[in-house]
């Protein structure tokens, strides 16, 4: 799978039929909503956050102000998130596109606004509902990062070997690991267990999915940022989680971000290399692309788990600022699945 920047917003839309995407706090998040010049009969499914995060009604009339100028009325449809009942939304949703006609097909995903939780559950419904179909998804970066360099700086000048206190995030402490269906895995009653983590800067986040699975070992995969002025930010994720590395049997890996390829190939190995012995769980904290290789590989071995890791709640304060590049990929459709890796 290859991700590719994307160029001409006009031109990588125009024959879309549907595009979903999320009410976020980020900049980033409404960046496809307002630049994609879609096609006048194109459908708009647009999920809303409904929970105590201020600001959260502000921002979602936002996004239904831009639907308005982009969308005709009828052809936008609301989904309603409601304190992380992904089950009530998934179900409305599931019955959204069964109502739409045959030749309502082209369906796009923008996963810059969604949770890890919510993309796989989309991502999954799009695949139930059109499984030989190609999945194309739209992702944009931000520009600037929490923690930043001048925080990550003076961490590292407080704090030259292991970081053990960061400023916080936009995710607000560990509430609890969300594990739902169909992301529930196979479980043989097998005692060891294997958590493959994508490690980001929420460390507390980390700890939390840690100590609910209780790994018997952990490969712990850090992203390698797409840049070398971002590289900064791999060492902050490692040091942030060199407990883990001290008092737990762990491989060690870094993975790309934004490389899907990367990230597969690595899961694959390792895979390959225990399953024999350990049942696996993944844990995408990480990039969104990260979250999006995950999906990818549970669908190929849908008897490992995915577990998510949901915060007690959200700062808009600390979110991700500015819009950096917009990329697009596609996951092939099933006809084209193999589980050879090279899909």
Not at 1 to 29: K, N, P, Q, T, W
Not at 273 to 290: A, G, H, N, R, W
Request: aromatic share 10%; glycine share 6%.
């Amino acid at each position: 799978m290859i991700v590719r920047s994307v160029g001409d917003y006009r031109r990588e839309c125009s024959d879309i039929d549907v595009v979903v995407l999320a009410a976020g706090f980020e900049e980033r998040a409404a960046e496809l909503l307002s630049k994609g010049g879609f096609k006048t009969t194109a459908h708009l499914v647009l999920i809303l956050f409904e929970n105590e995060v201020p600001g959260n009604a502000a921002i979602g009339g936002k996004y239904l102000e831009i639907a308005a100028s982009t969308f005709e009325l009828e052809r936008v449809h609301k989904l309603y998130l409601r304190d992380n009942d992904v089950v009530r939304m998934v179900n409305e949703f599931r019955q959204l596109i069964v109502s739409f006609p045959a030749n309502v097909s082209k369906i796009a995903t923008d996963i810059s606004g969604m949770p890890a939780y919510v993309i796989f559950a989309i991502l999954n419904v799009i695949r139930e509902q059109h499984p030989y179909q190609n999945q194309l998804i739209f992702y944009t970066s931000a520009s600037v990062y929490t923690p930043s360099k001048a925080e990550y700086d003076a961490l590292s000048a407080r704090q030259p070997d292991e970081i053990e206190y960061i400023p916080s995030s936009m995710a607000l402490g560990m509430s609890e690991n969300k594990i739902f269906e169909p992301f529930g895995g196979y479980r043989s009653g097998n005692s060891k267990s294997c958590l493959a983590l994508f490690a980001g800067y929420e460390p507390h986040r980390s700890s939390g999915v840690v100590d609910a699975v209780n790994p018997t070992i952990m490969l712990l995969m850090y992203g390698k940022p797409p840049s070398k002025e971002l590289e900064w930010r791999r060492d902050l994720s490692r040091r942030l989680h060199q407990k883990f590395e001290r008092t737990r049997r762990c491989a060690v890996e870094m993975v790309s971000t934004q490389n899907i390829n990367e990230c597969l190939a690595v899961l694959e190995e390792y895979y390959n290399y225990i399953i024999d012995d350990y049942e696996l769980t993944i844990s995408p904290v990480c990039s969104k692309l990260q979250t999006v290789a995950s999906f990818n590989f549970w669908e190929r071995y849908p008897e490992v788990q995915i577990t998510f890791t949901l915060p007690i709640g959200y700062d808009p304060q600390r979110s991700p600022k500015g819009i950096g590049e917009t990329y697009v990929l596609e996951i092939p459709g099933r006809l084209t699945f193999s589980r050879s890796g090279n899909a």
